[in-house]
């Protein structure tokens, strides 16, 4: 089964505080995403990657920034975190499908954030 | 926005019940995907129909997709209380890598 491994489930962070949210998978996956998830919301697409040291930007990627070093670990990273970043933030992968567009995604068990 | 739409926002049923949730969107679509999320968990994938399809089963599960109507549903067959969760349709939208969620659909199966 493939997994998918956010470093924290939980995680109190301050205003202006430079935060790391780390996230790896154990299946050779060339795609990995970063969500967030709101209530009312839904899921939001913050950056994704689909090679090393490639990167993408999705919907909301305003204050936050992304760093793919390995093909197993991606991280997303609050470079002075807010208030409004308190959120629960999920981490996916999957294969990279050009032809069908028919790779399911695998997400870890996400990282709640709170920034006070 | 590009994000999917699903109604209801949540749903209440007793066990053996059938639970039916359903999904709009406003782009063209190559598949379109079904996930289930227990709360406070990531997000499971449970199926895919690709746009070519109409209908597709998975054991309690039959999924339906109407393209010309940008809209799909999901039908639980006799629900369990396990079946308590959010559901999620997704759908690539722009580049191949980059999937949309729709807002959920959470359901609640009592005892």
């Known amino acids: 089964d493939v997994k998918v491994t956010q470093s924290s489930r939980y995680l109190v962070k301050r205003t202006g505080e430079k935060v790391f949210l780390e996230c790896v998978q154990d299946?050779?996956?060339?795609?990995m995403f970063w969500y967030r998830q709101d209530p009312g919301l839904g899921l939001r697409l913050i950056y994704f990657?689909?090679?090393?040291?490639?990167?993408e930007k999705g919907d909301i990627p305003e204050g936050y920034s992304v760093s793919r070093e390995k093909k197993e670990r991606f991280s997303l990273i609050l470079e002075s975190a807010s208030t409004n970043q308190t959120s629960m933030y999920l981490c996916?992968?999957?294969?990279?499908?050009?032809?069908?567009?028919?790779?399911?995604?695998?997400f870890g068990n996400g990282t709640r954030l709170t920034v006070t | 926005s590009q994000q999917g739409e699903e109604d209801p926002q949540a749903l209440s049923i007793q066990e053996g019940e059938n639970a039916t949730m359903n999904c709009s969107y406003k782009?063209?679509?190559?598949?379109l995907q079904w996930y289930r999320q227990n709360s406070g968990r990531g997000l499971v994938h449970l199926i895919l129909?690709?746009?070519?399809?109409r209908e597709k089963h998975s054991g309690r599960l039959r999924v339906t997709l109407d393209t010309s109507k940008k809209s799909s549903s999901l039908l639980i067959t006799a629900s369990r209380a396990a079946d308590t969760a959010s559901y999620f349709c997704?759908?690539?939208?722009?580049?191949?890598?980059?999937?949309?969620f729709g807002t959920g659909t959470r359901l609640q199966v009592t005892l």
């Open positions: 996916a992968s999957s294969f990279l499908d050009w032809s069908s567009y028919n790779s399911p995604l695998h």
């Open positions: 299946m050779d996956h060339e795609n």
């Open positions: 990657s689909y090679d090393v040291k490639m990167k």
């Open positions: 782009t063209s679509i190559n598949n």
């Open positions: 129909i690709r746009s070519n399809e």
């Open positions: 997704a759908f690539f939208t722009g580049t191949a890598s980059k999937l949309t």
